[in-house]
């Protein structure tokens, strides 16, 4: 499109950049019907300049019937029309370049709504239909094919089967949905199901966007024999990990790479092995993932220190350079986690009533912020991240809407609770997310006690978490020794990491119980809490000229 701005030539404006993650849904609420959208993004880009982030990531906002919070998509080149319009869309993505901030969106390949019109065509046409096999149709097994497939389990709970209905009124063929039974997975040995996902970057690149962060990236081929998962060892995942992703991602990156200014691939890879991990990352593939192995280490000196090593070491041969998350739209918010007795990350401990300490969790938060937006590599912040929210944890049960939640028969509390719309200013909900007078309440119920945690009030305390943000972001842009670079630990006490950014950047976090004493040092430059007679404090972090 010729008249759409595009970003400017940096070629490696991604390698050490700040990227805040946007939940449409609960961000700003410019019309008053409780969701957030796209004109209420446009409305706070001056806040998001002002912080200075780099880029956005925008969850998915495609028309949806929104069963899993719009990453069941039912049409990818258009706008939610409770979001606005593909039209406000594309005026944001060229507003927000003016201010020099690049607009990454959400490509969502592993599955589709079942409101997609491929999937109703595909219903439609019934049994052995061409139309089918863009998905994963299989008879059941059992005598009347009641009994599913085969073992695979949803990622939401149950079977990831979901038996369909024929137009007799029978009960007929099953399909495959690894998350809900609203999502069908595609079947990407299709050449169909390839070359649309190729046209929709090229649409999405088209019109200004500086990359596409790939849903579910690890799990989009399968085997198509889909055999049981077992435990034999040897055996490749049937649907985890396969080689063939890697030639897929290969061609996503020559579409990328056909477009000016560095369009990035940022990948949702969540695999144990740092090796196996790294492969995406090679010169042809993706330009970074996300590091879950960060997000989920428990706030220990030893722990986050291997954690580190590993991410580095597994970086370095294919040259790509590390991200670092502390949390996101999936995840239980990091001021709760670190409050926790279990303070690392895990879907599967997830439950209702643990007790959380927010005033530590927000001290270790703090800390967390200063060493996350210190090491080398990129950094995600997930919105409200910057404002310290808690996950809220008492959303009355009726309210509740994530599939996670919805499938566990009431055991798992899901992802709500990191999702509450945004306050930003005021006494009393909506706090300034929707405008005064609204006619509907905020989505999810925000808590009664955020007046201290909204944007504004946070704005005017020099001790507020915007406030570290924003000092640290300031800093971190002028620092010739952060983002990409090089990395070195230094010596230091046991519970105390220490490490120096060259030229002439050092930073210390203590995960003791005693203070102790400041690595040698010329400047302080930032803490994330008052020292105490000269030495730094258990859970601090400071960032130092040394
Ligand atoms: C990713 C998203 C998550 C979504 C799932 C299915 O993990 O981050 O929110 O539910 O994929 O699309």
């Not at 972001?473 to 983002?483: F, H, K, N, V, Y």
Request: hydrophobic share 40%; charged share 25%; glycine share 8%.
């Amino acid at each position: 499109m010729a008249d759409t701005p595009q970003p400017e030539a940096d070629e490696n404006w991604w390698r050490g950049a700040v990227i805040y993650q946007v939940y449409p849904r609960s961000f700003a609420d410019s019309n008053g019907d409780g969701t957030g959208d796209l004109a209420g993004v446009r409305s706070r880009l001056p806040y998001l300049a002002e912080l200075g982030v780099n880029a956005l990531w925008f969850c998915p906002w495609y028309p949806s019937p929104m069963a899993d919070g719009g990453y069941d998509v039912a049409d990818y080149r258009d706008v939610e029309p409770v979001f606005g319009t593909l039209a406000e869309a594309e005026k944001l993505i060229s507003e927000a370049l003016a201010l020099g901030i690049r607009t990454i969106i959400d490509i969502v390949p592993n599955h589709i709504s079942a409101a997609h019109p491929w999937f109703r065509e595909a219903l439609a046409a019934g049994p052995g239909s061409p139309a089918r096999e863009r998905f994963w149709f299989r008879p059941g097994r059992g005598e009347h094919g009641e009994l599913p497939p085969n073992n695979w389990p949803s990622q939401f709970g149950g079977p990831a089967w979901t038996r369909t209905t024929d137009p007799d009124g029978t009960p007929g063929d099953w399909f495959l949905n690894l998350f809900d039974s609203e999502q069908p997975d595609l079947n990407w040995n299709h050449p169909d199901v390839r070359a649309e996902h190729e046209d929709i970057l090229r649409f999405w690149f088209d019109r200004g966007a500086g990359g596409v962060r790939i849903d579910s990236a690890a799990m989009v081929m399968k085997d198509p024999a889909l055999p049981d998962l077992t435990d034999e060892p040897g055996v490749p995942h049937p649907y985890i990990d396969r080689d063939e992703l890697h030639e897929v991602y290969r061609g996503w990156r020559a579409i990328a790479d056909s477009y000016p200014g560095a369009r990035i691939l940022v990948g949702e890879v969540w695999l144990p092995d740092a090796e196996r991990f790294a492969r995406y990352l090679r010169p042809d593939e993706m330009h970074t993932a996300f590091n879950f192995d960060f997000l989920a280490c428990p706030w220990e000196a030893d722990r986050l220190r291997t954690s580190i090593d590993v991410t580095l070491a597994a970086h370095a041969p294919v040259s790509a350079p590390a991200t670092w998350v502390l949390c996101n739209h999936d995840v239980t918010r990091t001021v709760t986690r670190y409050g926790r007795a279990d303070t690392g990350f895990d879907f599967a401990t997830k439950a209702f009533g643990i007790p959380t300490d927010l005033e530590l969790g927000t001290r270790r938060a703090r800390a967390a912020a200063l060493l996350t937006l210190a090491l080398p590599g990129s950094v995600y912040l997930y919105q409200g991240e910057e404002l310290g929210l808690p996950e809220v944890e008492d959303i009355p049960l009726d309210k509740l809407q994530d599939p996670m939640y919805l499938r566990s028969g009431d055991t798992n509390p899901g992802r709500d609770g990191c999702r509450v719309p945004l306050p930003w200013s005021g006494e009393a909900p909506p706090f300034g997310f929707s405008p005064a007078g609204a006619a509907a309440e905020p989505w999810l119920p925000q808590p009664a006690d955020w007046a201290a945690r909204t944007a504004e009030a946070q704005a005017a305390d020099p001790d507020s978490m915007l406030t570290l943000y924003r000092a640290a972001l300031r800093l971190r842009r002028a620092e010739p020794g952060l983002g990409d670079g090089t990395f070195a630990w230094l010596e230091s006490a046991p519970g105390v990491l220490t490490f120096r950014r060259s030229p002439d950047f050092v930073f210390t976090l203590n995960l003791a119980e005693e203070p102790a004493e400041l690595p040698p040092h010329t400047q302080i430059l930032l803490t994330s809490a008052p020292l105490t007679a000269g030495r730094l404090p258990a859970d601090t972090a400071a960032w130092l000229r040394g």
